[in-house]
């Protein structure tokens, strides 16, 4: 508890991600990380794998960007270190332990920003129809660029839209159907790709598109997908990864999400 304390009053936080709770999100997903390592295993082969694969014919390896970095436990900072010189790691709050490291090293470098560029306005939304209209407004500007020899995605294209989700129910006082909700979860991820795709570099993403639910007998009672289109992206591979076996999130049910992983050059 106090060591949880400590790291939470200790990492250098922006007000925007004190305010969306995402230094609470960071630990707890640290925490998780402990628990459920071994059940995580073949998902963080799968990642790092395909980074190997993706690294391996890379007219050159200078730099690398990782976007939604977190804890990197899907390719962690040495296996960056191993093939690129400069690393940039973008996310809306970082670790305290990449803190420390990138004071200690000017080849590391932290980007703090929020890269659907919609929480600042989350506020100012009232209904689902202004959420529309900023996301249209999203459409015509540059979320993020960045340029490297490899620009990675890591699983967070479905967090995207959860808090814009969140604002505009709180705001109208219910719950969006599930169709409102897969329209705007497929215009944050396009939108993310987008932007990706516009980066300059390879690009290699870990997409979270599937979450699936299972009860004590293993038999699915739950599964939630929206439509993304990956146009332009060569798919590699799929894989389930078990985010909270049974008795982590809950006694009564599991939790895997489909994992799908694309490359584009
Ligand atoms: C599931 S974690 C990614 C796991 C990570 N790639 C790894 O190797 O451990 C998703 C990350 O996306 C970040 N994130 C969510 N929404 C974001 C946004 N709008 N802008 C930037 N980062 C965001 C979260 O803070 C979180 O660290």
Known sequence: MIREALVFLLTPTTPLAKKYGFLYSSIALQHRFERCKKAWLPHLKNCQDLFLETVQDLPRKKSVVVLGSAHLHEIPLHLLSEHFEDITLV???HPLKHHRLAKRNSHLKLVTED?????????????????????????DQNLFYFEADLVISGNLLSQLAL???????RKIKRSLSLEEKDQICTAFAELHLKNLKNCKGRKLVYADRKVIYRDTKGEVIYTGEYPVSFEGFTKLKEWIWQLAPLKEASKDYSIEMKIEAYKKD
Do not use: G, M, T, Y
Request: charged letters at 30%; hydrophobic letters at 45%; aromatic letters at 0%.
């Open 91 to 93: 996310d809306v709050v």
């Open 115 to 139: 890269l659907s560029k919609s929480l600042e306005k989350l506020d100012k939304i009232n209904n689902l129809e202004e959420l529309h209209q900023l996301l249209q407004q999203l459409q």
């Open 163 to 169: 808090l814009p989700i969140e604002a505009v129910e």
